[in-house]
């Protein structure tokens, strides 16, 4: 049974940082492609962050230089460093796995206010 269980949202407050993480049991994780997406209330999911089964990473451009993905293989843990974090950051962050399919975390909570 392939799980994906994200973890580290909250509220913060703008300018603040968290770390989100995402914990994948039931796939050779390290074969998989991880990414974060994120849906605000009203909006379609969007992709935030992607990296590679090699560790190659790309984002959206609008989040470039805030926001950082990185994997731990032998934790099988994706990870999503957010700093400078805005009030428009605020959505439902989720954990993407994907390998001929995808798998999709129940998602975490980011809430970005004063």
């Known amino acids: 049974q392939v799980q994906l269980v994200e973890s580290g949202g909250g509220l913060v407050q703008p300018g603040g940082s968290l770390r989100l993480s995402c914990a994948a049991s039931?796939?050779?994780?390290?074969?998989?492609?991880m990414g974060w997406y994120r849906q605000a209330p009203g909006k379609q999911r969007e992709l935030v962050a992607h990296?590679?089964?090699?560790?190659?990473?790309s984002y959206a451009d609008s989040l470039k230089g805030r926001f950082t993905i990185s994997r731990d293989n032998a934790k099988n843990t994706v990870y999503l460093q957010m700093n400078s974090l805005k009030p428009e950051d605020t959505a439902v962050y989720y954990c993407?796995?994907?390998?001929?399919?995808?798998?999709w975390g129940q998602g975490t909570q980011v809430t970005v206010s004063s």
């Open positions: 993407n796995a994907n390998h001929l399919r995808a798998y």
């Open positions: 039931g796939i050779t994780f390290s074969i998989y492609a």
């Open positions: 990296i590679t089964s090699s560790s190659r990473t």
